[in-house]
């Protein structure tokens, strides 16, 4: 008989012991199938759909051509794809997204044959987490420590004896640059230098960091493969390195846990907030030009790149939701829209945290001043003449002021930050 791998967010042979079940349930005989669902399709902005559709390329590529690629509702399209081909089961890797888990039961109640979720996109699955008496945690620090505790599974190879079994499905466009071997020839090349980790990751202007969350997100790599590489790497950028994928799996277990977390505050009084309605000022936000450059920088990164490091991600969600006052949810929206490793738990969840609602939280009283951190963070200002090209006239830090030193193509602040601080505070002492 035949197995189904039906595959989501692991778009990867090797280190897939949801690939490895179905080669083993389908005796080697194993059709590979990825479902477009036109309900994510339509969420996800450009650069997401442009990588898929590379990623699946290289997926189907490297398993010799046969990848089946269908569009649809996949509780119709997988039970049906599994009829046609007498499947003996389906397998995939379990999905812990509000919306994951709900279509995975649609789908597991229309199969014929069962549906055997193997392994997760995290080194150790949300919920599995847990303090001495059963309960999760809510403060990354303890998380952190009790993660390591429980380890993770050495990885697995890719298959090596499997017969892919073709069926009907769409062409894929061509695409290159993405996908399993580009993620891990990436990976292994920044291996190299990951003792500057520690020192240089909150630095925009040197653009040191991995930019593995592209990979990680559609599971181009498994993350506990580069947890196997970190341990051999003993440095304080391989610890540090390793704490961050720790955060990845921490918005992971929380939203499994809160799936309302999604859009809604995990901290209630929040409910109670006031934000105002997003107009003028918001769309200036999303365009980069707000006025205050390392803001303006990190938009225009976004909408160019469809990445922005993530301090600059820090100081822009902080100046939307407590300089700007606009729900955060819109400004989650819109980086879902426009970043390439969207990803609903980090997105959300950490836009909860910069907000002061979520859980473990930035304290709501420790309002970002987007020009020092500026300085701080890109203290010769060359981050934001890359970005800002009507700044490049201006020398080192100057360009972080722009409206102290000159700069007549572009905007003047659109809000003075001392009293949107001060607004800020009033409006989170009103629901205190
Ligand atoms: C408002 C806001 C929104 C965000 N939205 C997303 C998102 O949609 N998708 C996403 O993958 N990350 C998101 N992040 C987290 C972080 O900014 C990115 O993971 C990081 O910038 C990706 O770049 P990198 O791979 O070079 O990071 P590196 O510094 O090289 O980090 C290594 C890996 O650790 C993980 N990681 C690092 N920081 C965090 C963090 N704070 N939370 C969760 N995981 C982390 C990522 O998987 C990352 O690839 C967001 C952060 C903020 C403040």
């Not at 202007?205 to 947890?227: A, F, N």
């Not at 030009?289 to 990190?298: L, M, S, Y």
Request: proline share 7%.
């Amino acid at each position: 008989m035949t197995a189904v791998m039906w595959f989501r967010r692991d778009l990867r042979l090797a280190d897939n012991p949801a690939l490895l079940d179905a080669v083993a349930a389908g005796d080697g005989r194993v059709l590979g199938v990825f479902v477009v669902d036109p309900l994510l399709w339509e969420r996800s902005g450009d650069p997401r759909r442009d990588h898929l559709a590379a990623s699946l390329r290289s997926l189907s590529d490297s398993m010799g051509g046969p990848l089946v690629v269908r569009r649809g509702d996949p509780a119709t399209v997988v039970p049906a794809i599994a009829d046609e081909i007498g499947a003996a089961s389906v397998h995939v890797s379990a999905d812990y997204g509000p919306y994951g888990q709900q279509r995975d039961q649609e789908v597991e109640a229309s199969l014929k044959c069962p549906l055997r979720r193997t392994g997760s996109p995290y080194a150790v699955a949300p919920g599995r987490v847990l303090n001495q008496q059963g309960r999760s945690y809510q403060v990354f620090t303890p998380y952190f420590k009790a993660w390591l505790a429980h380890g993770w599974r050495q990885p697995v190879e890719a298959p090596s004896d499997v017969t892919w079994v073709k069926a009907s499905g769409e062409e894929l466009p061509p695409g290159d640059g993405a996908g399993e071997q580009a993620a891990l020839q990436h990976w292994k090349a920044y291996l190299d230098d990951i003792a500057a980790y520690d020192d240089e990751r909150d630095r925009p202007d040197l653009d040191s960091t991995s930019r593995m969350s592209v990979p990680l997100k559609y599971g181009e790599i498994h993350p506990r493969t580069m947890l196997a590489d970190l341990a051999r790497k003993r440095s304080a950028g391989a610890e540090a390195y390793r704490r961050e994928l720790a955060w990845r799996e921490f918005c992971a277990d929380l939203l499994a846990r809160h799936p309302h977390a999604a859009w809604k505050p995990l901290r209630p009084e929040f409910d109670k907030m006031q934000y105002d309605e997003p107009g003028e000022l918001f769309d200036a936000w999303c365009v980069g030009r707000t006025g205050f450059p390392i803001v303006d920088a990190g938009m225009r990164q976004l909408a160019e790149t469809g990445f922005m490091h993530n301090r600059v991600r820090m100081v822009v969600a902080s100046f939307l939701v407590k300089d700007l006052h606009v729900h955060w949810r819109f400004g989650a929206r819109w980086f879902m829209k426009t970043l390439r490793d969207g990803d609903l738990a980090s997105n959300s969840l950490n836009w909860q945290w910069v907000a002061g609602c979520g859980a473990d939280a930035a304290p709501y009283f420790r309002i970002f001043n987007p020009v020092s951190q500026g300085q701080k963070f890109d203290p010769d200002g060359e981050y934001v003449r890359r970005w800002i090209p009507e700044l490049r006239h201006l020398d080192g830090k100057t360009a972080h002021e722009p409206w102290r030193y000159g700069a007549d193509a572009y905007p003047d602040p659109i809000v003075d930050h001392g009293e949107a601080r001060a607004e800020a505070l009033r409006r989170y002492a009103a629901i205190r």
